[in-house]
């Protein structure tokens, strides 16, 4: 084998002293099989000397930026081209690098091998241990040049300048809205998919952004090491605890364009302007009703299914908000606190009140847009609004209903079928709640108790009657 020179000139910064070393091996070349071959070893030291002298011979053709090596430039080449090599079995997520994937699939495994040496604190990825040691030290080595505003991390105030330039040129084809960065974009797609890519490890619960996955598990945990100060109230997040010392300080930082209102989050503002603006771009995908958050949409998708997760302790009523079970609460408890100055009849909540003073004035207020039926209370106009939208219609009589269960429920009408039997009596009901009712006729239970004689009920409908006796007494 023959060695000769390479020819290649290094030039570029003031080498250092491994540079010098790389170098003296770099003034040859080695001829392998009498071609002009060159070894691996040499291969590995031309690219090593690139490194040190800052060179980056590897051009991409559509964004024009350069690289070191031809591994770097290959794994860039996937942003523009989108390829994804390995993906995730479980929600699809593609990487350009298998240890990314193998990263990645510690969110699913529940895996943290990384712990905080000062908190404890445990994570999935060596990174955000290392931006999370930045909590402890409180540098913030990132300023930016417009409002001096200084961040741990150089991502962060990358985000945080586009506040400044307003820059959106990512536009969601759904509902319009803009956005600086594309991840970005494709998060906020996951709101109108449905898609929750992000699954808990421990109850499979499953969610849109992974931020809201992080959130979640400090209720498995219980882990909160952000501590308030000045009422030591603990948080999981130490954005959270950022949040809370508003209420202390009484600063609202985020500030209504239209109406001035302050808020304490910036979230929060973003749901208000809403109301403004009158967006709705959360739509239902049965009755095509819109919403303007998320959570009132997941709440009204209750209607079609059927589900009522807020069940009440006395007489076990279910119901699709919590709100709703509040304010039935009032039956059993016999709180009426708003007084009618006409008639002095007491109700429970204020919103009942004022419907109630129709039946004085004669007002109908509520009006149907489809018909023009004018109606005294605003759940009158709601059920008969049903006989124009409600998507589920009876083949026997034509009646329409908001969901596939009270359509079944109202087939037993026509059928006669009487699926729940009693175990005492052997009587027989169309509606499992029929038969709950039934049932406290035999157990002696009176949940529902008169606020004027005390008399208790076993039905919420003979409470009712029953008051009627009161009344006529007046």
């Known amino acids: 084998m023959e060695m000769e020179p390479c020819g290649e000139d290094s030039r570029g ?102 712990a905080c040496d000062d908190c404890g604190r445990r994570f999935h990825a060596k990174t955000n241990l290392k931006t999370h040691m930045k909590v402890h030290s409180e540098e913030k080595p990132f300023s930016c040049d417009v409002c001096s505003t200084r961040f741990k991390r150089k991502e962060t105030l990358k985000k945080h300048t586009m506040i400044h330039t307003a820059e959106k040129t990512f536009f969601c084809s759904i509902c319009g809205k803009g956005f600086s960065l594309q991840k970005s974009l494709r998060t906020h797609m996951c709101l109108h998919t449905g ?14 952004l992974q931020e809201n996955l992080k959130r979640h598990m400090s209720s498995h945990t219980g882990e909160k090491p952000f501590i308030c100060g000045v009422c030591s109230k603990g948080f999981s997040l130490r954005q959270n605890l950022k949040s ?22 910036h979230g929060d503002l973003r749901r208000h302007m809403s109301v403004h603006t009158g967006e709705k771009a959360f739509i239902c995908s049965i009755c095509s009703k819109g919403f303007s958050q998320q959570i009132h949409l997941k709440n009204h998708m209750r209607v079609h299914t059927g589900e009522t997760p807020f069940v009440c302790s006395v007489c076990s009523k279910g119901f699709s908000l919590q709100e709703n079970l509040k304010r039935h609460m009032h039956v059993h408890t016999g ?65 329409r209903f908001v969901n596939e269960i009270q359509l079944e429920r109202h087939g037993r009408v026509h059928t006669e079928e009487r699926p729940y039997g009693c175990d005492i009596c052997k009587s027989r009901f169309n509606q499992k709640g029929q038969l709950q009712n039934h049932m406290r006729v035999h157990s002696g239970e009176k949940p529902f108790v008169c606020d004027v004689c005390r008399k208790g009920f076993s039905q919420h409908g003979n409470l009712k009657r029953h008051m009627s006796v009161h009344e006529g007494c007046k």
Not at 251 to 263: A, L
Not at 342 to 366: A, D, N, W, Y
Not at 377 to 384: A, E, P, R, T, V
């Open 335 to 399: 709180e009426k606190q708003f007084i009618c100055d006409i008639c002095s009849k007491g109700f429970s909540q204020q919103g009942t009140l004022k419907r109630h003073m129709s039946v004085h004035t004669g007002e109908k207020q509520f009006t149907c847009s489809v018909c023009g039926k004018g109606f005294s209370k605003q759940n009158y106009l709601k059920s008969h609004m049903e006989v124009h939208t409600a998507p589920f219609s009876c083949n026997e009589c034509s009646k």
């Open 195 to 208: 898609e929750k890519p992000f699954v808990c490890s421990v109850c499979s619960k499953g969610f849109a």
């Open 13 to 114: 910064p003031e080498p250092d002293r491994n540079l010098n070393s790389l170098c003296s091996f770099q003034q040859s070349k080695m001829k392998v099989h009498k071609r002009g071959k060159r070894s691996k070893l040499c291969s590995k030291l031309t690219a090593q000397i690139r490194v040190y002298a800052g060179e980056r011979p590897f051009g991409c053709n559509v964004c024009g930026k350069r690289f070191k090596n031809k591994t770097h430039i290959r794994l860039h080449m996937m942003i523009h081209t989108g390829k994804r090599e390995y993906c995730c079995d479980l929600c699809g997520k593609g990487f350009k690098e298998k240890h990314c994937l193998q990263v990645h699939m510690r969110l699913h495994t529940g895996e943290r091998p990384f």
């Open 244 to 265: 809370h010392m508003h209420v202390h300080t009484g600063e609202k930082p985020f500030i209504c364009s239209f109406c001035s209102k302050g808020f304490y989050r």
